[in-house]
């Protein structure tokens, strides 16, 4: 079985734009793919998945529960608990592990709070 050649025809829509218009095209595209899959990860995650994202930012099994318990407990686990451990970390000016394991012995979760109210950051 030959594939019929209809490159020409499938491209016909896009023959006349500029590579600027070509590149808009693009990332326009590539946003409509991603959106939901940003939108799925920030409605559906679960301790398990944070858990699993601070693994793999280097913390052990413990302190990535006692952060992902303590974010739970504040109402933040739809932010994401890597991403509260990054935030701290830049507000701050410390390291990432430095933010979380201060965030595992119950530190700077008023700072959290804040950093994420109403959803707006």
Known sequence: MKRADDFQQRRAHLANLSDEELQARFWEMAEKIVDPLLDLGKKNTTPSIERSVL???????????????????????????????????????????????????????????????????
């Open 55 to 121: 693994l793999r930012m280097g913390f052990s099994s413990l302190e990535a529960k006692a952060i992902v318990d303590k974010t739970m407990d504040r109402g933040l686990m739809g932010k994401g608990a890597g991403h509260i451990v990054y935030k701290i970390a830049k507000e701050k000016n410390i390291s990432v592990r430095e933010a979380g394991l201060a965030l595992s012995e119950g530190k700077y979760w008023d700072d959290a709070i804040q950093i994420f109210k109403g959803g707006v950051k």
